[in-house]
């Protein structure tokens, strides 16, 4: 059957997505992606030239787009909290859209960390990205607060990266049904413990 609500390529790249976090790269081929989308070979081929090429639009939009920091905020001088805080709502929301595939989440991690090898370049670039955007606000607060004490904004942007990531990771792993909630949670578990210094 042919995606009537989406488009080919947007179809193909999601079927294959799921072929790849359920096999992996190497056990998956062509002719199963051909298979799963429903679509024609010539169909796939003209969106996908190779399987690699559908491996990396995977990573690029499954990946890379839920870790880099995204569209900026409205406002352009947001605080720490609120940079954070949005981390963990780019985080969810496509953890959601992961998890809405009926995608295994610890396939979904899994996947991500043998598919880095791969992608490293890409993904430290996206990461280096998220973690500049979570130092600068920190920055700014200390600068217009006045923040004494404390970890460096450097070391406090990886601080929370890591909180929010992690937050995520075990509620993947635990198989825990809200996984935006457990994030969001320890997040706001996180920032209470730096206000408090």
């Not at 963990?88 to 960390?113: E, K």
């Not at 973690?131 to 406090?156: K, N, Y």
């Not at 996984?179 to 206000?195: G, S």
């Amino acid at each position: 059957m042919t995606p009537t609500h989406r488009t080919a390529r947007a179809h193909i790249l999601e079927q294959s997505f799921l072929l790849f976090l359920a096999h992996g790269f190497e056990a998956t081929s062509m002719s199963d992606i051909v298979q799963a989308s429903g679509m024609s070979k010539g169909a796939v081929y003209h969106h996908f030239a190779t399987k690699a090429e559908l491996f990396d639009a995977a990573i690029d939009h499954y990946f890379l787009d839920v870790v880099a920091p995204g569209e900026p905020m409205e406002h352009e001088h947001q605080g720490f909290e609120v940079a954070v805080r949005a981390v963990a709502m780019s985080l969810t929301d496509g953890l959601a859209h992961v998890s809405s595939l009926n995608a295994d989440m610890t396939a979904y991690y899994r996947f991500f960390l043998s598919a880095t090898e791969r992608n490293r370049p890409a993904v430290q670039a996206a990461l280096a990205a998220r973690l500049e955007s979570l130092a600068e606000a920190a920055e700014r607060d200390a600068t217009v607060g006045g923040r004494r004490g404390g970890p460096a904004p450097r070391t406090l942007a990886r601080l929370a990266l890591t909180t929010v990531e992690g937050a995520a990771l075990l509620a993947a792993v635990d198989g825990h049904e809200d996984l935006a909630y457990r994030v969001n949670d320890t997040v706001e578990h996180f920032l209470a413990l730096v206000r408090a210094g």
